[in-house]
């Protein structure tokens, strides 16, 4: 076993032993993928002011999101498929994000259900993401059931009314369960830590609906449905009921815009998410990281102001919250540990990111992740402005 130091050293262990089409599903954004790049590489661009001779004792990267309290400021972002990059993978990721004190996200199309991840975790409370369907009935049984579930949030995702292109999910044919063309099959056999795991578990499709929808009880029946589902039409009206209907605490995912921002705030929405799903819609968009200050500048003081999209490091965390995210969410790394070593391999990743936060918060000259602000950046590390 190789020794793991960092996210990348999961993510090339998860690209060895989770199949192409799945491992390329996650590593991945649409079209050109300028925007999936960008996410990550606009991190580097900003810079940070090492201080010395301060007293590092008694460091605390301990903070709240949505008033929860969490042992970082960080949360398991909402992302399909994640029980095919490894089996149960939902109920593993949810436990170690239990464990750590972090929130986990459950996302719609997840292949584990609401009811196991419930199950798994022994009814601890975790977060909740929807995709606006067509067919509300559906949405309302949804809602309802991540209730019953004591889901403690829930995320509104707004920028999938329409599927962005992503080239290499149509070249390798991806599917759930996946498609037994020769290819995958000779990929799938050069895999057999992840072979043997799925064979040992039920869980192979998406559990939130096969069996929910009248007319979906199997892969063929839920392609035709899924098609047709996500709602083009999905407006701020739509939130309002949504809101209602749930009754709790609501975060807007996909905000942008400082105008959507605006618009977020007078929905009442609790927090949102600055995010673009990873470069995986709008190729050509602004990095998150990027469209965050302008965000925080015009929203921060009336809505708590979180951000998703090329995290791979505890200080990118710093950097987000430096520049006025209250919390972060991390997706790919921790898909990377969760494909490279299953739950131990999201617990590893999670312990990176908290190590490398907690250790340049104090080379910064801070113990305390709350009193982190922008004054730990150097003044020339302007982030480029892609608007």
Known sequence: MPVITCIEDLRQLARRRVPRMFYD??????????????????????????????????????????????AMPVAIAPTGLTGMQHADGEILAARAAKRFGIPFTLSTMSICSIEDVAQGTGGH????????????????????RAKAAHCSALVI?????????????????????????LPNLINIASKPRWALGMLGTPRRQFGNIVGHVTGVDNMGSLSEWTAKQFDPALNWGDVEW????????????????????????????????????????????????????????????????????GIRSGQDVLKARALGARGTYIGRAFLYGLGALGEAGVTRALEIIHRELDLTMAFCGHTQIDRVDAGILLPAAGLPDRR
Not at 246 to 264: F, H, P, S
């Open 25 to 70: 599903y996650a590593d991945s954004g649409s079209w050109t993928e300028s925007t999936y790049r960008a996410n990550e590489s606009d991190f580097s661009r900003i810079q940070l002011r090492q201080r010395v001779a301060v007293n590092m004792e008694n460091r605390s990267t301990a903070s709240t999101m949505i008033g929860q309290p969490v």
């Open 125 to 144: 409370p975790f977060w909740f993401q929807l995709y606006v369907m067509k067919d509300r009935g559906f949405i309302e049984r949804l809602i309802d």
């Open 157 to 181: 995702t707004l920028d999938l009314q329409i599927l962005g292109q992503r080239h290499k999910d149509l070249k390798n044919g991806l599917s759930a369960p996946p498609k037994l063309t």
């Open 242 to 309: 949504i809101k209602k209907r749930w009754g709790g605490k609501i975060i807007l995912k996909g905000i942008q815009d400082v105008e959507d921002a605006r618009l977020a705030v007078a929905s009442g929405a609790d927090a949102l998410i600055v995010s673009n799903h990873g470069g995986r819609q709008l190729d050509g968009a602004q990095s998150s990281i990027g469209a965050l200050p302008a965000i925080v500048d015009a929203v921060g003081s009336q809505i708590e102001v979180h951000m998703d999209g």
